[in-house]
């Protein structure tokens, strides 16, 4: 019996499998159609953070050699918020795979952002809002790192505009730096600056080395400055705090020029500690009556605490020998007084100035206590002949000084 002939089943089962691919093909197309592939992430991840997330124009993505979205005009606001707290031109996000289908691991290639603006204060009452977790924070690996460009931070009145940050890698665990250019503004204040930080382990703590420089600027100041610092950071907790185990400062005059150790914190309130030594008189504040060397260190300390704009009283100790003032000022005043040519010629400090031995204007003065109210002085000193003569003509007998002589000769 002639055998019959089989079928050849191989046609029907590639045309099959090309209509499976087609409908594959087709429901991937459509699954990953910009703009419904974004929509899709971004509620999810808007729903995930208590955020209202969206863009405008007309989003990319790309999937050689690795999945690349591309998200114009993206914009982050708080639920029923009239403006974003966080907006940027172009958002850009690059996955590994291994990312996408759920790796042990959190990395991501790259970040790029394109002019971004945050708002702080906004940013600081969503993270307010979200629900306390006992999850510790996951600080994601970005193998090829973060880019921002041309980017705005502002919060209470001040501002860092043109802020350019590169992060060329970061691995939880590892060395990590930052390169980041701005301009910091508050009213007049303008200060430019370039810095570099490095932390010895990427994550919310960490050894910290840093160093910064730029200019600051005011209507009829343009003072160059430099930074160096090595100390850590702790973000784990509120506040965030900051130490210095070695800061060195210096300014061009009157800026100082200094070395100290010394503590910072940043929650609802700013609070800085300080000590070290000035390593010289700034030329440009007003001259010290001798025995008092301007060349000489003179140790030092502040505390401050009170709102970021420093308008709170700055505490300040400073001293030479058996010679030491108390006192207090508040930044803006005394930037103000530094501004003006014909300031009085203490600048507005309240305080005590304690002093065995002054010479001023030619006048030996023992036993000397001068107490400064706003940059006006009076003065107290011993029953000796040099206080006899330095009291002379005063009524009360011992309350005056030649005129401007209260601590200084001038500026």
């Not at 993270?127 to 041309?150: I, K």
Request: negative net charge.
């Amino acid at each position: 019996m002639a055998k019959r002939p089989r079928k050849r089943r191989w046609p029907w089962i590639l045309g099959a499998l090309a209509a499976l691919g087609l409908l594959g093909g087709w429901w991937l197309d459509r699954q990953l159609e910009p703009t419904r592939l974004a929509n899709t992430v971004l509620s999810r991840l808007g729903a995930a953070a208590g955020l209202e997330l969206g863009f405008e124009g007309v989003p990319d993505y790309a999937l050689r050699p690795e999945p690349r979205l591309l998200l114009p005009g993206f914009h982050a606001r708080l639920p029923g918020a009239a403006t974003p707290m966080f907006r940027a031109a172009r958002v850009e996000v690059s996955l590994p795979w291994s990312t996408i289908w759920g790796g042990d691991e959190v990395v991501i290639t790259r970040i790029g952002l394109d002019r971004p603006q945050l708002d702080l204060e906004a940013m600081l009452a969503w993270l307010d809002s979200r629900p306390p977790s006992d999850a510790p924070f996951e600080l994601p690996t970005l193998s090829d790192g973060l880019r921002v460009n041309d980017g705005m931070l502002v919060a209470n009145g001040w501002q860092a505009e043109a802020l350019s940050l590169e992060l060329p890698t970061l691995h939880p665990g590892e060395p990590a730096t930052l390169s980041l250019s701005t301009t910091w503004r508050r009213g007049d204040l303008e200060l430019p600056l370039e810095a570099t930080l490095t932390a010895a382990q990427a994550g919310l703590a960490s050894p910290l080395r840093a160093e910064a420089g730029g200019r600051l600027r005011t209507p009829a100041l343009d003072l160059a400055w430099a930074l160096q610092l090595q100390g850590a950071f702790d973000a784990s907790g509120t506040p965030l705090r900051l130490l210095a185990e070695q800061l060195r400062f210096q300014g061009e005059s009157p800026l100082p020029a200094f070395e100290a150790g010394g503590e910072a914190g940043l929650g609802e309130t700013l609070e800085l500690q300080a000590r070290g030594k000035l390593r010289e008189w700034p030329a440009d504040w007003p001259a010290l009556p001798a025995p008092l060397d301007p060349a000489l260190a003179l140790p030092f300390e502040f505390a401050y605490a009170g709102p970021d704009d420093f308008s709170a009283p700055l505490r300040l100790a400073l001293s030479q020998g058996e010679t030491r003032f108390e006192g207090e000022t508040a930044l803006p005043d005394l930037l103000a007084w530094l501004d003006t040519p014909a300031a009085t010629p203490l600048p507005p400090l309240r305080g005590r100035l304690d002093a065995p031995l002054l010479v001023v204007e030619g006048v030996q003065l023992e036993g000397l206590v001068i107490e400064l109210d706003e940059g006006n002085g009076t003065a107290r000193a011993r029953d000796t002949p040099a206080g006899r003569e330095a009291a002379e003509g005063d009524p009360d007998g011992g309350d005056g000084l030649p005129e401007g002589a209260a601590g200084a000769s001038g500026r």
